[in-house]
């Protein structure tokens, strides 16, 4: 905050009502000079209001500049370091139990022209001097208060591999040639090093000013977004690669699509959005391509956004697309030998500024809750398990319909005493299938069933109703390797547990559907 006259205006901030009535809390700001401060204070709320504002009220003629302003919570500032994560939304994240966190996005760093893509060094320092930045593919500015070092607070917060997605000098309208990107390259090494480096190198002397003094690990970091085929980014990908792999060997680098036989490919991006039928038939997609033991897929953005095709699911999803979701990670698992990582994306959305029509977690100033998808991600991280058992569904020769039923099975732990399976129904009708698990030396009598469903296919959750659509849990009379089982209608996924039940080598489960109930 800075003064251009020799007049001291006093200004008081206060929290108080959307008109203006009713004062929550007030505090003067102090002196106000010619010279940009930082001036910080404290407001205690007399009361709760989850549309109150921040108000700044100058008493005395003066032209006053801004360049931030921030409001947070006490409970978030930790001696000198800010701890900028809502807990709430943070409980949600923990509790899907992530792997790793890809950050800061995909177009979100590319942008539409390389002056509104992310770049990294002007969102670390004091919070008060980052300029900020324009997010021209999802139209909003951005204080990057959100920066690297905070994004690496939050691959910690949820114990998550990082994985950062650089830019390399191509926007969505624009690329930089091979010959000039060099300074991109350096601006990448340099963010290794203000990650992982030691605190007495140039990049890592400021992460340790900003309050982190021990280094965090950085594994995985993808060169660009979404760039195949467009004008140099095959030339700067290998700068990129060449220049990163020298310098960290260890580095695992993404592409954004199978580079063979133009460069070398660790991982490749797979994005995919798409509507409900169309996601539930691709369950099969990663079923015929080659098994290359030193380059996986990395399915890193998936979801449901139409339904029907061509027309934007309605804000904020809905049981039968999470269906067919949940359907298609049952060929991820499938393929977990070719598929190394996968994710949803988007996660947050505030629900009065929805950039998607699909997302995982939905929030506003004061309230959050997971869509039917977040409660899939959340089942599937639950039972991911250790070891992929072979699973098919077979239907007999003159059946010639499609049943709507896709399957996985995961060994629990590495001796397979506790075997899970995914079923899920697509289908708008309940269904029985014959269950053979093959090589089951012992037969539990019962199974617990972790049940996702609802009356109608297009429920979803809400502020209103949180928790209408969210898995619940029963045990059911298992009668040995040979079982039947029904599929309760509107689209539904069971996660079913059995436990204990070791299993012989090498064992597979198979699905045959029987007939419809109507």
């Not at 090494?189 to 007495?200: H, K, N, T, Y």
């Not at 959050?368 to 699973?391: C, H, P, W």
Request: glycine share 6%.
């Amino acid at each position: 905050m800075a003064l251009p006259v020799l007049q001291a205006p006093q200004v008081t901030a206060t929290l108080e009502s959307q008109d203006g009535k009713t004062v929550y809390a007030s505090a003067d700001i102090g002196d106000i000079s010619s010279a940009w401060k930082h001036p910080k204070i404290m407001l205690t709320s007399n009361g709760t209001d989850a549309s109150a504002q921040l108000t700044l009220y100058v008493n005395g003629a003066a032209d006053i500049s801004l360049r931030m302003v921030s409001l947070w919570p006490a409970e978030n500032v930790k001696g000198e370091v800010l701890q900028p994560f809502r807990p709430d939304l943070l409980q949600y994240l923990k509790d899907l139990k992530p792997r790793y966190i890809r950050m800061p996005g995909g177009c979100y760093v590319e942008g539409v022209s390389l002056n509104d893509a992310y770049f990294w060094k002007p969102s670390v320092g004091p919070i008060q001097d980052r300029p900020g930045h324009y997010n021209g593919p999802w139209h909003y500015w951005s204080t990057d208060g959100l920066g690297a070092f905070e994004y690496f607070q939050l691959a910690e917060e949820l114990d998550a591999e990082p994985m950062w997605v650089i830019n390399n000098g191509i926007s969505h309208t624009y690329s930089v040639p091979a010959n000039q990107i060099w300074p991109l390259v350096q601006d990448a090494l340099d963010l290794i090093e203000f990650v992982s480096g030691p605190a007495e190198s140039e990049w890592g002397a400021l992460r340790a000013k900003m309050g982190h003094p021990q280094p965090w690990h950085l594994n995985y970091f993808a060169i660009g977004n979404e760039d195949c085929g467009k004008p140099w980014y095959v030339e700067n990908y290998i700068a990129f690669f060449a220049a990163v792999r020298a310098r960290y060997p260890h580095m695992r680098l993404i592409s954004n699509c199978d580079m063979d036989p133009h460069a070398p490919t660790d991982l490749f991006d797979w994005h995919l959005y798409t509507d409900t039928q169309n996601m539930f038939d691709r369950r099969h997609e990663f079923d015929n391509i080659p098994n290359i033991q030193d380059k996986k897929v990395f399915a890193s953005e998936y979801a449901v956004f139409d339904e029907p095709a061509g027309h934007n699911i309605q804000f904020p999803g809905n049981l039968k697309a999470s269906i067919a979701e949940a359907a298609f990670m049952t060929g991820m698992e499938r393929n977990s030998d070719r598929v190394a990582m996968a994710a949803f994306a988007p996660l947050l959305s505030h629900s009065q500024d929805a950039a998607c029509p699909h997302d995982l977690v939905i929030f506003d100033n004061h309230r959050v809750f997971g869509t039917v998808s977040y409660y899939v991600q959340k089942l599937f991280s639950e039972f991911q398990g250790v070891r992929y058992i072979e699973t098919s569904v077979t239907t007999a020769d003159s059946d010639p319909h499609d049943h709507g039923i896709a399957a996985s099975a995961t060994c629990q732990d590495t001796d397979c005493t506790q075997l899970a399976f995914k079923l899920v129904n697509f289908g708008e009708d309940a269904q029985r299938v014959d269950l053979q698990i093959l090589g089951m030396q012992n037969s539990p009598d019962t199974m617990t069933v972790t049940l996702l469903n609802s009356t109608h296919a297009l429920d979803e959750n809400s502020f209103d109703d949180p928790f209408k659509v969210v898995p619940h849990k029963q045990d059911f009379k298992f009668n040995g390797p040979a079982s039947t089982v029904t599929l309760l209608p509107t689209p539904s996924v069971s996660s079913h547990w059995i436990c204990p039940s070791p299993v012989l080598q090498p064992a597979s489960v198979r699905l045959e559907p029987q007939y419809l109930l109507g």
